[in-house]
């Protein structure tokens, strides 16, 4: 069963850490483009940062600088280090995964549009004092 799995989600104050793990089962991601994505209460589910199968890597401007994409294929698992949280990234996080070659070029929002894509159940985000 094709499956992917996301875990490190919490509770944790401004300013703090937390890694997120996207862990593959049922294929491997040696030539998947995977994407973090979120979504909070009333709004629509947006891109956070995405890898494609070559390494390239894009983030959204509002975590630039502070989130992490990095990818473990030997661990079939993808990784999102997110630091210097702030409440705004209070969120369901989810991970997706297409099998496909994309550009990093709006690659959120073409791995996004695939219809073919693999979501994760989703892992919750909570930054608050």
């Known amino acids: 069963q094709v499956q992917l799995v996301e875990s490190g989600g919490g509770l944790v104050q401004p300013g703090g850490s937390l890694r997120l793990s996207c862990a593959a089962s049922?294929?491997?991601?040696?030539?998947?483009?995977i994407g973090w994505f979120r979504q909070a209460p009333g709004k629509e589910r947006e891109g956070v940062s995405c890898i494609n199968d070559n390494d390239g890597k894009t983030y959204a401007d509002s975590v630039k600088g502070r989130f992490t994409i990095s990818r473990d294929n030997a661990k079939n698992t993808v990784y999102l280090q997110m630091n210097s949280l702030e409440p705004e990234d209070t969120a369901v996080y989810y991970c997706g995964a297409v099998h496909d070659a994309l550009s990093v070029q709006a690659m959120c929002e073409q791995l996004r549009d695939i219809s073919t894509i693999v979501w994760g159940q989703g892992t919750q985000v909570t930054v608050s004092s």
């Open positions: 049922g294929f491997t991601l040696d030539y998947y483009a």
